[in-house]
């Protein structure tokens, strides 16, 4: 079953979220060549202290940490460690979220750690990036979810990879639901699978948190010993950009962005719905 949320659920999310955006902001900062990913872990306890706000990863099925640190070919769910040492050059997705007052905010985005990047690894992490806001954008009553699928597919194939070939857009996981749970209906694939049909109508109160992760090969992965870091299974580098989202029926709120995701939405011709807490 799909949660619908009421408006004064989504300005709780609303509230979450904006905990999710300052732990982005702060990780961000830290993420410098010589810190360690459990550094960033600590940066992100604090700011949920501050806000008053729990952590949704913190013993999420175990999960040891406070947030995810995927380096390099990790794909998600990568643990902080001391021993994992941020070089110049690495690039790093932090996935992590906040709950305040029993509601949920979940996102993630990739950062470039220090500088020399390739143009290749630059070009990945936007394109990641824009097939996440074309499927946000694609949030829309009426819509259906396959239609956030195919938007977010669509963008990613249209894109030239330098050097040739195709991105490859990970198989394994994808977005979900999200509200009085991290992880609920429904499951949101990245790519169109006919077999699965159009999945649910999007209405008003439906919230998704819309995660494109895209590899410069495989969309296969596997996972390690540990049972929770997931790389790609050719060692091809990756990226994952993700936000929490609601349907209103003035449009969508992007509730993990600052700005709600106006900015951005605007670029695809779209008006972000009003922020409840401004």
């Known amino acids: 079953m799909v949660q619908i949320k009421t408006p004064e659920q989504i300005a709780k999310m609303r509230a979450a979220g904006l905990v999710v955006a300052a732990i982005h902001a702060a990780t961000r900062e830290a993420a410098v060549p010589g810190a360690?990913?459990?550094?960033?872990?600590e940066v992100a306890r604090k700011v949920l202290a501050e806000h008053g706000a729990k952590s949704n990863f913190l013993g999420y099925g175990g999960f040891p940490a406070t947030i995810c640190t995927s380096v390099n070919d990790?794909?998600?769910?990568?643990?902080?460690?001391?021993?994992v040492v941020?070089?110049?050059g690495d690039i790093i997705s932090i996935d992590?979220?906040?709950i305040v007052d029993g509601?949920?905010?979940d996102a993630a985005y990739t950062a470039f750690v220090g500088s020399g990047h390739s143009p290749e690894l630059v070009e990945l992490s936007r394109v990641t990036e824009e097939s996440m806001w074309a499927g946000i954008a694609a949030m829309k009553q009426g819509n259906r979810l396959v239609d956030i699928s195919r938007a977010i597919e669509t963008y990613i194939r249209r894109q030239p990879k330098p050097g040739g070939g195709r991105y490859g857009i990970i198989e394994d996981y994808g977005g979900h639901g999200i509200g009085t749970e991290m992880h609920m209906d429904p499951h949101l694939l990245n790519y169109v699978d006919r077999r699965r049909g159009k999945g649910p109508k999007l209405v008003p109160g439906f919230c998704l948190a819309i995660e494109p992760m895209v590899s410069l090969g495989t969309p296969r992965t596997e996972v390690l010993s540990d049972d929770w870091t997931v790389i790609t299974t050719d060692g091809t580098w990756s990226s994952h950009w993700e936000h929490s989202v609601a349907l209103t029926p003035e449009g969508p709120l992007v509730l993990t962005a600052p700005d709600g995701g106006k900015a951005k939405l605007a670029?695809?011709?779209?008006?972000?719905?009003?922020?409840?807490?401004?």
């Not at 990790?74 to 021993?83: C, E, L, M, N, T």
């Not at 670029?267 to 401004?278: K, N, Q, W």
């Open 36 to 41: 360690t990913t459990k550094d960033l872990d």
């Open 74 to 83: 990790v794909v998600v769910h990568g643990i902080p460690s001391d021993d």
């Open 86 to 88: 941020l070089k110049d």
């Open 96 to 98: 992590c979220g906040a």
């Open 103 to 105: 509601w949920h905010g």
């Open 267 to 278: 670029e695809y011709g779209v008006t972000a719905a009003p922020d409840p807490l401004a």
